[in-house]
Antibody
Framework: QVQLVESGGGVVQPGRSLRLSCAAS????????MYWVRQAPGKGLEWVAG????????YYADSVKGRFTISRDNSNNTLYLQMNSLRAEDTAVFYC???????????WGQGTLVTVSS | SYELTQPLSVSVALGQTARITCGGN??????VHWYQQKPGQAPVLVIY???NRPSGIPERFSGSNSGNTATLTITRAQAGDEADYYC?????????FGGGTKLAVL
């Protein structure tokens, strides 16, 4: 069965960096685009970034462009999100999700919490 | 930037029909997806590409999309349908989520 397991969250000071990982299993990872979606405490879903199946195309929300970088390692079935210059407003649960061609997110991980605080 | 507008909350009597709208400029020309999220859980896709149900989603859930409004319809509402619901669409190399609607089943 499809499994997506995020890791790398934690407490970080403003201005510092953090890298999230998403380990995928149960499907051919290199066939699918992948997304990061976040949810601030008590708030709605916010799309963060997306990457095509082969890593050739990457897309970012305006709120993170220039600070966050999405990448993938198809040989290790892992998705990444490098987050630099973190701000308090980046505090959220970050989910990775598998998309099915037109942004339809059939499978989600359980999420990893990132807290940006001094 | 593109925006999707949802009502903050919708109430429905047990066993009745709930309709949750998602407004956006010419949204009828886009693929719209809907997610259900219960407290402390990851979202679950309930409708994709406007009208399609993933396997395991009850037939009580249906979707439509035309003009400037997409709609998620839940018939014979059950207590277990209480959740937040989000619409989603793609525009100009960005995915966009609606602000979410809290469904209360009375």
């Amino acid at each position: 069965q499809v499994q997506l397991v995020e890791s790398g969250g934690g407490v970080v000071q403003p201005g510092r960096s953090l890298r999230l990982s998403c380990a995928a299993s149960g499907f051919t990872f290199s066939y699918y685009g992948m997304y990061w979606v976040r949810q601030a405490p008590g708030k709605g879903l916010e799309w963060v970034a997306g990457i095509s199946y082969d890593g050739s195309n990457k897309y970012y929300a305006d709120s993170v462009k220039g600070r966050f970088t999405i990448s993938r390692d198809n040989s290790n079935n892992t998705l990444y999100l490098q987050m630099n210059s973190l701000r308090a407003e980046d505090t959220a649960v970050f989910y990775c999700a598998r998309e099915n061609g037109v942004g339809d997110l059939f499978f989600w991980g359980q999420g990893t919490l990132v807290t940006v605080s001094s | 930037s593109y925006e999707l507008t949802q009502p903050l909350s919708v109430s429905v009597a047990l066993g009745q029909t709930a309709r949750i709208t998602c407004g956006g400029n010419n949204i009828g020309s886009k693929n719209v997806h809907w997610y259900q999220q219960k407290p402390g859980q990851a979202p679950v896709l309930v409708i994709y590409r406007d009208t399609n149900r993933p396997s395991g989603i009850p037939e009580r859930f249906s979707g439509s999309n035309s003009g400037n409004t997409a709609t998620l319809t839940i018939t014979r509402a059950q207590a277990g349908d209480e959740a937040d619901y989000y619409c989603q669409a793609w525009d100009s190399q960005h995915e966009v989520f609606g602000g979410g609607t809290k469904l209360a089943v009375l």
